[in-house]
Nanobody, 122 residues
Framework: QVQLVESGGGLVQPGGSLRLSCAAS????????IGWFRQAPGKGREGISC????????YYVDSVKGRFTISRDNAKNTVYLQMNSLKPEDTAVYYC???????????????WGQGTQVTVSS
């Protein structure tokens, strides 16, 4: 069964850091591009970062550039999103997604995880 599972979310104070993980089961991530998305309450889904299958290309939405870093460890079948200098406006449910044939911040990925909540609040 193909599955993506996000973890690492939680409550953090402004300025703090979290590292989200996206673990795959049922398939090997090596050949898949991965995207990270988020959805804040009352807002639409937003693509925030993505990474190519061969780790040669990464993209970020302007609002997270310089604060978030996407990376992958194919040996662990896991992709990470390191989030630093978190702001209250980063509060959202964060999702990872995978696709073998395309990538992008507004790409419709084939496989999706269930999401992990990130809350930035003092």
């Amino acid at each position: 069964q193909v599955q993506l599972v996000e973890s690492g979310g939680g409550l953090v104070q402004p300025g703090g850091s979290l590292r989200l993980s996206c673990a795959a089961s049922g398939f090997t991530l090596d050949y898949y591009a991965i995207g990270w998305f988020r959805q804040a309450p009352g807002k639409g889904r937003e693509g925030i970062s993505c990474i190519s299958s061969r780790n040669t290309r990464t993209y970020y939405v302007d609002s997270v550039k310089g604060r978030f870093t996407i990376s992958r460890d194919n040996a662990k079948n896991t992709v990470y999103l390191q989030m630093n200098s978190l702001k209250p406006e980063d509060t959202a449910v964060y999702y990872c997604a995978a696709d073998k044939y395309g990538m992008g911040l507004d790409y419709d990925y084939k496989y999706w995880g269930q999401g992990t909540q990130v809350t930035v609040s003092s």
